[in-house]
Antibody, heavy 121, light 110 residues
Framework: QVRLQQSGPGQVRASETLSLTCTVSSTSIRGYYWSWIRQSPGKGLEWLGYIHYSGRSNYSPALESRVSMSVDTSRNQVSLRVTSVNTADTAMYYC???????????????WGQGTLVTVSS | QSVLTQPPSTSGTPGQRVTISCSGASSNIGSNTVNWYLHLPGTSPKLLIYKNDQRPSWVPHRISASKSGTSASLAISGLQSEDEAEYYCATWDDSLNAYVFGTGTMVTVL
């Protein structure tokens, strides 16, 4: 059973860096694209970007200057960093696997449990 | 805000059929395949439809989807209480160079 287990702090101070990790089990991160998606309170889903195990990445233009993603194939982990956070970054954050495999298609077939991150001023 | 527009809400009684529209543009729906997600409060979203009209194995046949031009739609037949959730369409936008989600539609079972 594929499982994505998210970890990271639930509170971050404004202007600091948000860091989350997604540990993948029962499937290799190799060969798939991995995305981070968030949902701010009262709002819809927002795609933050994707990363491939090869290091290839693509970030949402809305957050491109503050977002970075990385992979650790030895630990089968995918990570998210958002710098200079503000209260608008308060959201439930999810990691997700793109089920297409060889290319990005946005078919997120497995999701992490979600991490509620609150940015305090 | 999103480039994909969905009605905020729709409702129906048990057994009825409801449809959810997703309106986009040539740069997104018009050029790329559409996926649909179901999101229940307190849970992670689930892939409901991929590649316009394909159902994952867990999705019942009473749920279907289609795409035409720059619009897509999701249909739920034989509405059940368990269908009460938020539904999102999603696709790649070539102009934005980003994956975009629709505004979301809340389905209420009366």
């Amino acid at each position: 059973q594929v499982r994505l287990q998210q970890s990271g702090p639930g509170q971050v101070r404004a202007s600091e860096t948000l860091s989350l990790t997604c540990t993948v089990s029962s499937t290799s991160i190799r060969g798939y694209y991995w995305s981070w998606i968030r949902q701010s309170p009262g709002k819809g889903l927002e795609w933050l970007g994707y990363i491939h195990y090869s290091g290839r990445s693509n970030y949402s233009p809305a957050l491109e200057s503050r977002v970075s993603m990385s992979v650790d194939t030895s630990r089968n982990q995918v990570s998210l960093r958002v710098t200079s956070v503000n209260t608008a970054d308060t959201a439930m954050y999810y990691c997700a696997r793109d089920g297409r495999g060889g290319y990005f298609g946005g078919d997120f077939d497995y999701w992490g449990q979600g991490t509620l991150v609150t940015v305090s001023s | 805000q999103s480039v994909l527009t969905q009605p905020p809400s729709t409702s129906g009684t048990p057994g009825q059929r409801v449809t959810i529209s997703c309106s986009g543009a040539s740069s997104n729906i018009g050029s790329n395949t559409v996926n649909w997600y179901l999101h229940l409060p307190g849970t992670s979203p689930k892939l409901l439809i991929y590649k316009n009209d394909q159902r994952p194995s867990w999705v019942p046949h009473r749920i279907s989807a289609s795409k035409s031009g720059t619009s897509a739609s999701l249909a739920i037949s034989g509405l059940q209480s368990e269908d009460e959730a938020e539904y999102y369409c999603a696709t790649w936008d070539d102009s934005l160079n980003a994956y975009v989600f629709g505004t979301g539609t809340m389905v209420t079972v009366l």
